[in-house]
């Protein structure tokens, strides 16, 4: 497995992981077992997991397999990032159309349109990195 | 026009000291991953990285790649 797909592999699993912990923050939340403004601080968490944890992870993984990552990406693994990234941008910019949607014509909530907006980018991310992590699986 | 590229890439590999994909993929700058990808036919390198594997085993780029035209009914 290349550096470039551990990467991957790091980060959509990161995601999933700091997702099902913000979703069990909700869950305990509505059931009254933490309190609300505890809610808050997950948000900030899950934001600063999607940015920050794929990045020492990467720090780390590239401490550990150095030859790796000396070298750049090579022109497969760069076709590869772009291909998922043009795939993502698809999901994000749906997934934004479809909140805008439902903010004109449904909720109002400040909590639901920031919930949505999160699901939009998480969902994003996840489609990045798990078409990356297909395309290396595949060779092609 | 749809065509099939084809490489010798793996034969020229064993006739030069049976050099492994990785070391061929360091010769050439990219990962031994690509290098496998490439000799399986499932990815086409850039003319950068076609002529930078001529010219490690010192050949011409149609005697590492051939091109095949399908014909069409």
Redesign the interface.
């Known amino acids: 497995m290349?550096l470039?797909?551990r990467f991957a592999w790091v980060a959509f699993l990161g995601i999933i992981i700091s997702i099902g912990l913000y979703v069990l923050a909700l869950i305990l939340a509505a059931r009254g077992v933490i309190p609300g403004h505890y809610l808050f601080a997950t948000v900030l968490g899950l934001i600063a997991a999607l940015i920050v944890l794929p990045l020492v992870i990467r720090a780390l993984l590239a401490i550990r397999m150095p030859k790796?990552s000396l070298?750049e990406q090579?022109?497969?693994?760069r076709l590869f990032e772009l291909k998922a990234t043009r795939i993502a941008f698809f999901v994000l910019a749906f997934g934004v159309g479809f909140l805008t949607f439902l903010t004109a014509h449904g909720t109002r909530n400040p909590r639901d349109i920031v919930h949505g907006v999160l699901a939009a980018i998480v969902l994003s991310y996840l489609v990045k990195f798990g078409t990356e992590i297909r395309y290396?699986r595949?060779?092609? | 026009m749809d065509g099939d590229i084809t490489n010798n890439i793996r034969r020229l590999r064993f006739e030069n000291d049976e050099m492994t994909q990785q070391h061929l993929a360091d010769l050439i700058g990219v990962t031994r991953q690509t290098v496998n990808a490439i000799e399986l036919g499932k990815y086409s390198p850039s003319l950068d990285v076609a002529f930078r594997i001529a010219s490690v085993f010192d050949v011409p780029l149609d005697a590492v790649f051939q091109f095949q035209l399908k014909s069409k009914r």
């Open positions: 290349s470039r797909e790796g070298t090579d022109e497969r693994e290396h595949r060779g092609y």
